[in-house]
C-alpha cells in the first residue's frame, strides 16, 4: 500500500493550493483518508479527513470555510482543496489511510495504519 502526496509549493498569502493523494495496492472501500500537518517545531496535527464509505467530510476547526476535502474513487485520489491561505499554514502536509478509523479518534494520527510522504506547503506573508 502506497500513498503519494504532491501538490504543495509557495504561495503568497490568500492564495490557494490543492493537494492530491493517490492510493495505491489495495482498494480503499471501508476506508478513511486524512491529512494532516506538522509546521516546523510543532506537533503533527490534524486538517481534514473523507470516508469512502458515505463520503463523510470532517475538517478541522482552522480550515472550515477555507478547506475542501473531496475524493475520486475512480482514480483512487483525495484532493485537499485550501484556499484564503494564512501564513500559519505553513507547514509539510501528510495524507493517511485508516481501515478502522472511529469517529472518536479520526483526529488521531494514531488511528491510520498508512502514511505517504509529506508535501511542503509555504504560504508567504
Known amino acids: 500500500v502506497q500513498l503519494q502526496a504532491s501538490g504543495g509549493g509557495l504561495v503568497q498569502a490568500g492564495g490557494s493550493l490543492r493537494l492530491s493523494c493517490t492510493i495505491s495496492?489495495?482498494?480503499?472501500?471501508?476506508?478513511?483518508t486524512g491529512w494532516f500537518r506538522q509546521a516546523p517545531g510543532k506537533e503533527r496535527e490534524f486538517v481534514a479527513a473523507?470516508?469512502?464509505?458515505?463520503?463523510?467530510?470532517y475538517i478541522e476547526e482552522f480550515g472550515k470555510g477555507r478547506f475542501t476535502i473531496s475524493g475520486d474513487n475512480a482514480k483512487s485520489t483525495v484532493y485537499l482543496q485550501m484556499n484564503s491561505l494564512l501564513a500559519d499554514d505553513t507547514a509539510v502536509y501528510y495524507c493517511a489511510a485508516g481501515q478502522r478509523v472511529i469517529l472518536s479518534s479520526i483526529r488521531s494520527a494514531r488511528a491510520y495504519d498508512y502514511w505517504g510522504q509529506g508535501t511542503l506547503v509555504t504560504v508567504s506573508s
Open positions: 473523507i470516508r469512502w464509505n458515505g463520503g463523510h467530510t
Open positions: 495496492g489495495r482498494t480503499f472501500r471501508g476506508y478513511t
